[in-house]
């Protein structure tokens, strides 16, 4: 079922890193021309990398739903009507692919496309750095995170796409359209109908502090109560039977040097909020997202299922971060920040594979 690879079982992730980091280099001493193809380049590998996997976590299980789907059963008015899947949306568009392949390699490959296409395109594109976001698409894991979860990678990446403008906009019903087409493929969507109200808030504004002391309580009272209410709250969705019992037993959690990771972009927005004349809307669409992240790895360490629903915020902690840069009025100060970012989510990417995460890689590339 997979499309031939040859020599390919031979690559590792460390390949592909430095290949992409090569091309990295030539963008940012490229004219803008140049730059542009070499970027292009940067996210072919992606794509290409991406659409050849197989044994990476769910990838295996989403392969063979695709193999084993009958397509009429799928695309019928009864189904759409009276069929009882959650998640309907998915089940279309696989069976829209199927009608023209049975290969589940080129499945992947139509997702890899949309997903991290759609997700390199929404972050080079919203900052003026291109480099620097490349570079921490990969080492912050978001570049990672797409190949697992597959539903939920295709939504994060539209949504990061065409949301923040809906929000920009004040496009509500548009928003909300979007939002309950795209929970048609993974349930989880919905959260974002409350998020649109709280996104453009201003940053660090009696909202701010009022979302942090709301949720560090609900933190503090996880294991009193709370855990109990999001437990029942999640039965019936597509997460309920999955990660229910989970959070009653609340014995896993992740590391907590992820949490760390995830409130540096807010550490550093509190610093340089005075420097700052005037916020623009996407800047404050992205420190709401990274601030709702923060709380998400936070509560991670309560119950490992938040983790998944931090994943639709990084990228806007990763745009997040190139603002506060931006924003830094010090030249010098800039650079230094910089070249110590790079280096610490280089240890940071390093240390995530090699300690918490090598096992993700079995059948990665293999056949």
Not at 157 to 173: D, N, Q, Y
Request: charged share 15%; with cysteine.
């Amino acid at each position: 079922c997979a499309l031939p690879i040859t020599g390919m079982e031979r690559l590792d992730w460390w390949h592909v890193i430095f290949f992409i980091i090569l091309i990295l280099l030539l963008v940012y001493f490229s004219e803008y021309t140049r730059a542009k193809v070499f970027e292009f380049l940067a996210c072919a590998i992606m794509i290409i990398v991406s659409g050849l996997r197989h044994g990476y976590i769910d990838t295996r299980a989403y392969r063979q739903g695709f193999l084993s789907m009958d397509v009429s059963s799928v695309l019928n008015v009864d189904f759409l009507l009276h069929g009882t899947s959650k998640d309907k949306g998915f089940s279309v568009i696989s069976a829209v692919i199927k009608i023209f392949t049975q290969n589940s390699q080129v499945f992947l490959f139509v997702f890899a496309l949309i997903t991290v296409g759609c997700l390199f395109y929404g972050l080079i594109n919203n900052v003026e750095n291109k480099t620097f976001v490349i570079f921490l698409f990969i080492c912050t894991g978001c570049y990672l995170d797409t190949m697992n979860g597959l539903r939920q990678a295709f939504v994060i990446a539209i949504l990061l796409v065409m949301l923040p403008r809906l929000i920009e906009k004040k496009r509500l019903f548009r928003a909300v359209i979007l939002i309950l087409l795209l929970s048609t493929i993974h349930g989880s969507a919905l959260v974002f109908i409350p998020i649109y109200f709280i996104a453009d808030k201003k940053p660090w504004s009696s909202a701010t502090w009022l979302l942090t002391i709301v949720s560090l309580i609900c933190f503090v009272f996880f294991n009193s109560g709370v855990g109990v209410m999001l437990s029942e709250l999640l039965d019936g969705t597509t997460y309920g039977n999955s990660y229910g019992a989970m959070i009653l037993g609340g014995n896993t959690s992740t590391n907590s040097l992820r949490v760390c990771v995830a409130v540096v972009p807010l550490i550093l927005s509190f610093v340089t909020r005075k420097y700052k004349e005037k916020d623009f809307e996407m800047y404050r669409i992205c420190f709401n997202m990274s601030l709702i992240n923060g709380f998400c790895w936070l509560f991670s360490l309560r119950v490992i299922f938040f983790y998944r629903l931090a994943a639709y915020f990084q990228p806007y902690m990763i745009l997040l971060f190139c603002y506060e840069l931006y924003f830094l009025k010090n030249t010098n100060n800039r650079k230094i920040l910089k070249f110590a970012a790079v280096l610490l989510f280089l240890i940071w990417h390093i240390y995530s594979l090699y300690v918490m995460g090598e096992q993700f890689f079995i059948g990665y590339f293999k056949y």
